[in-house]
T-cell receptor, first 114, second 117 residues
């Protein structure tokens, strides 16, 4: 059973471009969480999704950021018109149910905005 | 709001010795879970140990153990017989008890552990 897969591992974007980060949860997991880790900081919650639904997006910036988890395919975190401050590591975690006490993390995508 | 504080940005330990990493948290809830995650340079978040707040007994996983003081809202990690492979960033994390709004984690800012040969 493969773990949580994130791609790409590294992504470089110029200011103003769009960034798309993908997360394939573990098999059988229908709950996905996105976190952002700024340099020298811990992970900060961004959004929680179930298949086809956004459950909690209280940690998402109000503009330029969006997330989806379609019925088929990976979860996507999309950042439009990236700025230097978006440079960070973005982690995805998945769990099989909301009652599960543990989340399994991917290796993250490091986004660098130049 | 839940907050997790790690007051030690960096720690070092001699190989084979014992080190304790500190963590405090703030919550008004009674049902919650606490975790220590290890993040090596590969960036992979690796679960080290987990503690349920309703359990009085401190969790132990081989060389890793915690000192959970619920009243003081303290959750320290002790690493015994430190090994070179223990060198990493360590994050303390809090999660509310089961809730239909999900199990998002709240993380501290991390402690960078160096193991000296």
């Amino acid at each position: 059973n493969a773990g949580v897969m994130q791609n790409p591992r590294h992504l470089v974007r110029r200011r103003g471009q769009e960034a798309r980060l993908r997360c394939s949860p573990m098999k059988g997991h229908s709950h996905v969480y996105w976190y952002r880790q700024l340099p020298e900081e811990g992970l900060k919650f961004m959004v929680y999704l179930q298949k086809e639904n956004i459950i909690d997006e209280s940690g998402m910036p109000k503009e330029r950021f969006s997330a989806e988890f379609p019925k088929e395919g990976p979860s996507i975190l999309r950042i439009q018109q990236v700025v230097r401050g978006d440079s960070a590591a973005y982690f995805c975690a998945s769990s099989p149910s909301v009652m599960n006490t543990e989340a399994f993390f991917g290796q993250g995508t490091r986004l660098t905005v130049v | 709001a839940q907050t997790v504080t790690q007051s030690q940005p960096e720690m070092s330990v001699q190989e084979a010795e014992t080190v304790t990493l500190s963590c405090t948290y703030d919550t008004s809830e009674s049902d919650y879970y606490l975790f220590w995650y290890k993040q090596p340079p590969s960036r992979q978040m690796i679960l080290v140990i987990r503690q349920e707040a309703y359990k009085q007994q401190n969790a132990t996983e081989n060389r890793f153990s915690v000192n959970f003081q619920k009243a003081a809202k303290s959750f320290s990690l002790k690493i015994s017989d430190s090994q070179l492979g223990d060198a990493a960033m360590y994050f303390c994390a809090y999660r509310r008890g089961a809730t239909n709004t999900g199990n998002q984690f709240y993380f501290g800012t991390g402690t960078s552990l160096t193991v000296i040969p």
